[in-house]
């Protein structure tokens, strides 16, 4: 049986972190849809270019495009034993075509990772993030700024908000754009929200669901994942 997970968490939760450190530990693919469908526009097949129009004219993508975006990356060699999905499903008609897909296969969704953290603290860790220009490593100026030198520079004329600046072994890091937007962020939360509520009833129904402290440290959070999942392994 291959190791179906599924993360949910809002922003700055951690689960980009915790989901490579799974992806090491157990040899399946971190499967983001927000990498996937950015990814659609590198492509020029009709299916691709059919996706890149949607976005294109500001609409959202319907859950038959979306679930057929996963099952085109759930069919790679390298998901055969798994995966790590992350942002997927978004609502419970995906989640029950996703159960039935898994079926399909012979296989089911093993467990679904739901990382608890305050709002406040959410907003702040999605803030106040850099990471190197290779996105290996990531810093945050709240929580996470040792060796780390960062300013908030005043546009000469004070015709934009003050820029995040920050350095770290003498290397300029990067900031999401997305990130430097407070409004960008709150939305995001919202939306985590409106669309989450429904799947964390859903899978709580179904007996799938785990809640981890995503307050604690990165080491221990790890930890308690690893636990969790062996758990359901053995």
Not at 142 to 156: Q, T, V
């Amino acid at each position: 049986m291959g190791l179906y997970l599924i993360l949910i968490g809002v922003q700055g939760a951690g689960k980009g972190e915790q989901a490579r450190f799974l992806s090491g530990e157990y040899g399946i693919p971190h499967v983001s849809t927000g990498d996937l469908f950015r990814a659609m526009r590198t492509r020029t097949d009709d299916f691709a270019v059919s996706i890149q129009q949607t976005m294109a004219a500001g609409k959202l993508i319907d859950d038959e495009t979306t679930n057929a975006v996963v099952r085109e990356r759930l069919s790679q060699p390298d998901a055969a034993n798994g995966a790590i999905l992350d942002g997927y499903p978004r609502t419970p008609m995906q989640a029950d075509w996703f159960a039935g897909f898994l079926g399909t296969r012979g296989e089911s969704l093993r467990a679904v990772m739901l990382f608890e953290l305050d709002l406040f603290t959410a907003f702040k860790r999605a803030f106040g993030r850099v990471s190197t220009p290779d996105e290996k490593k990531s810093y945050n100026i709240y929580y996470n700024a040792d060796g780390l030198a960062w300013s908030f520079e005043d546009h000469p004329e004070k015709a934009y908000p003050p820029r995040l600046v920050a350095t770290a072994k003498g290397e300029t890091l990067k900031r999401r754009p997305d990130d430097a937007n407070a409004h960008a962020i709150i939305k995001r939360i919202d939306l985590f929200l409106e669309q989450t509520a429904p799947l964390i009833a859903y899978y709580r129904d179904k007996g799938l669901l785990h809640t981890i402290d995503a307050v604690q440290p990165i080491a221990d959070v790890s930890d308690h994942l690893r636990r969790l999942i062996d758990t359901k392994t053995t």
